[in-house]
């Protein structure tokens, strides 16, 4: 059997690779050493399996390099050279192969630029503002964009120093319409909570029982009833049913004297599982967090894993007061307007307006018309006196 040597190739970019091949001295003694065996110097011969400075090089099998000195005087070196270009084109077709869509999926995953048809769009709404804002008496838009969303939704206006508003908030900025009062927002949400039947569901999980009473807080006091986006009304009742476990939780607003010893309200949870549990706690989040560690510690084995994945920062959601339906409801109660610090979904917004008259329309631009040759009298009278 044939002896064999390590041979160290030399590659184009000074890197070199470690192939085997027959030894031609008789009767397996070593043959003289070729010159391109020898290392560079300062080069170390790459270890097997070791990317070299050419990626994707396929070394030459011993039946290749022979068959290439035999064919044409090519040397080992001119045959590794070829077998380099040809390895890199097929590593850069096997990468574009991979690619979603092939070769033109880079040119395909470039951003797209908006579409002249949104351009459009957003000029024409800029055109309408402009055009509202000069019939309400209101300064020339000079600077201000219109910008649209990918979605299709209504467009947003921004102002020369980067603010963004909606169009009626635009106007409203402008000083151009009314923004709704503390007691219009009281009034609109007292109407709306007339028209509303008791008890009401907000979604599957959450049902409002009783709105309750409000405990009127006119300051200068901090308040204990009421937040600045939260009404807190005594007698507030609420069900929330656990989609997981279908397990009902009744959620209950007490006066927390009774209970806690405190002038704050007491929020109440009553656990209807087969070991009834009642928590009190002076917040809507502690008292479901109490909850959760309950349900987890003595809870069977669905309500253990569905407490688990429970979100304790939005277990106080679950009571069911920071709804906005919820709050549009609790702000039409009597006293709601003196909650001084409360602020009402509706207040500061812009005010509903009615739709400008035709007479607030600004003049549209005369179109210019070119001079025309008078008809003679026969060809007005087939036309009609019109021209055609």
């Known amino acids: 059997m044939p002896a ?112 002249a048809a949104t351009n459009k769009a957003a000029n024409a709404a800029m055109a309408d503002l402009k055009k509202e804002v000069a019939a309400l008496g209101g300064p020339d838009l000079k600077k201000w964009k219109a910008v649209l969303d990918d979605k299709g939704g209504a467009a947003k206006y921004t102002s020369p120093t980067g603010v963004t508003f909606a169009k009626e908030a635009a106007l409203l900025h402008l000083g151009l319409i009314a923004a709704v009062t503390r007691s219009e927002a009281a009034a609109n949400a007292s109407a709306y909570r007339n028209r509303t039947k008791i008890p009401f569901k907000i979604d599957k999980q959450m049902t409002v029982m009783d709105l309750g009473s409000l405990m009127v807080e006119k300051g200068p006091s901090a308040p204990t009833f009421h937040e600045e986006h939260a009404l807190m009304p005594i007698g507030f009742k609420s069900e929330y049913k656990d989609p997981a476990t279908g397990v009902v939780y009744e959620n209950e607003i007490i006066d927390g004297m009774d209970v806690l010893g405190k002038d704050v309200p007491g929020f109440q949870v009553v656990m209807c599982t087969a070991t009834t549990h009642t928590v009190v706690k002076e917040t809507a989040a502690e008292a479901w967090q109490a909850v959760k560690a309950l349900q987890e510690e003595e809870g069977t084995e669905p309500e253990v894993a569905a407490a688990k994945v429970w979100k304790a920062r939005n277990l106080g959601n679950n009571f069911g007061i920071h709804y906005r339906e919820v709050r549009k409801r609790l702000e039409g109660l009597p006293g709601a307007v003196d909650c001084f610090m409360y602020k009402f979904l509706e207040e500061g917004a812009p005010a509903p307006r009615a739709a400008l008259p035709p007479s607030a329309e600004p003049p549209a631009k005369k179109a210019k018309v070119s001079p025309q040759q008078p008809k003679a009298p026969a060809e007005e009278d087939a036309a009609g006196g019109e021209e055609r």
């Open 4 to 115: 064999t040597e390590d041979v160290v190739v030399v590659s184009p970019g000074g890197a070199g690779k470690r192939i085997q091949r027959e030894n031609s001295g008789a009767g397996g003694s070593p043959a003289v050493q070729s010159p391109i065996s020898k290392k560079v110097k300062g080069q170390e011969p790459a270890e097997a399996g070791t990317p070299t400075e050419s990626a994707g090089v396929s070394t030459p099998s011993e039946a290749t390099t022979s068959k290439n000195l035999k064919k044409g005087g090519k040397s080992i070196f001119e045959a590794l050279t070829d077998a380099s270009s040809n390895g890199k084109a097929a590593t850069a077709g096997s990468t574009a192969s991979k690619a979603p869509g092939g070769g033109k999926a880079a040119a395909n995953s470039a951003p797209a630029k908006p579409a």
